[in-house]
């Protein structure tokens, strides 16, 4: 699918760090409670997948969990 060879490209791993970071923001400066808090934590998952170059949902739709391997992964039409 386009979407993850989108997200494991450079502009892809820049994004998901930056929905992390203000997801992490929101959470626990803006918000300041038992929900924000817990929007802090699932902040924490695409930052750390932009970081470390990997894609959560990829293997739910016949993909690599690498983005190196989604990156070298053809797409089947």
């Not at 934590?41 to 949902?57: Q, S, W």
């Not at 690599?64 to 053809?74: A, L, M, Y």
């Amino acid at each position: 699918m386009k979407i993850f060879k989108f997200m494991a490209s450079p502009a892809g791993r820049v994004l998901r760090v930056v929905i992390g970071l203000v997801l992490l923001y929101v959470g626990l400066v803006v918000m300041k409670s038992t929900a924000g808090y817990i929007l802090g934590v699932i902040g924490i998952v695409p930052l750390l997948a932009g970081v470390f170059d990997f894609c959560v949902f990829a293997p739910l739709f016949g993909m690599p969990f690498k983005g190196k391997s989604i990156r070298e992964h053809k797409i089947k039409k």
